[in-house]
């Protein structure tokens, strides 16, 4: 069992990737994965996309390879995404336009979305909505939402806001037992040649 998580801020110094971290740290200590692999997007690794991926361009594939190789030999993945002016951060929905070839195609993923204050609502809508259609990632029903994110999930107890620490941790691992038991049942569904897209290769 394979478990990706995708930390989606740009910021060098973000909340999502301590956040992110916290989550692969969770996966391995309750043997919720096997294998886990964290791709960041600080610092934006990844240009914006454009027709040359499409066209087999070697600087787009040499890039995207390796990335691909890691997310197909996944079973399931975390989605962290900081809001930024009630948005998912462009570098995110970038991510997204980048795998079409069944990399995420019907795989489980859970959306944990990261707030300042007490936002972080309007990034599962939007990845719900509008992050999915082409790759055909299957986001499971429980997600979390990370508020005041700066007083909780930090190694040093000295930082954390003790109740909402203790909350977020016990939420977390809990959402991540749903999402490791999506991840064993989706195996079949793939297996079946069923979500088999040679002939309807781009969703409706």
Not at 32 to 44: K, P, Q, Y
Not at 75 to 80: R, T
Not at 152 to 181: H, T
Request: charged share 20%.
């Amino acid at each position: 069992m394979k478990i990706s998580i995708i930390s989606g801020s740009h910021r060098r110094q973000a909340q999502s990737l301590k956040i992110a971290r916290f989550i692969e740290k969770t996966l391995r200590e309750q043997a919720l994965a096997d294998e886990t692999w964290l791709f960041s997007l600080s610092g934006n690794p990844l240009p914006l996309w454009e027709e040359g991926i499409w066209e087999g361009d070697p600087k787009w594939q040499e890039l995207l390879a390796p990335i691909s190789a890691e997310l197909a030999s996944s079973d399931g993945f975390v989605i962290v995404a900081p809001e930024w002016h009630g948005q998912v951060p462009s570098g995110l929905k970038n991510f997204f336009l980048m795998w079409g070839k069944g990399e995420l195609a019907h795989k489980p993923a859970l959306i944990v979305t990261v707030s300042s204050a007490d936002g972080g609502a309007y990034p599962v809508a939007e990845l719900r909505m509008s992050s999915y259609k082409n790759n055909r990632i299957c986001y499971i029903p429980e997600h979390v939402i990370v508020r005041n994110c700066e007083q909780v999930l930090n190694d040093d107890p000295a930082q954390n806001n003790p109740d909402a620490d203790a909350y977020f941790r016990d939420r977390i691992a809990w959402a991540l037992g749903i999402l490791r038991e999506y991840a064993v049942a989706l195996k079949q569904v793939r297996a079946s040649g069923a979500t088999d897209t040679s002939v309807y290769k781009n969703g409706m």
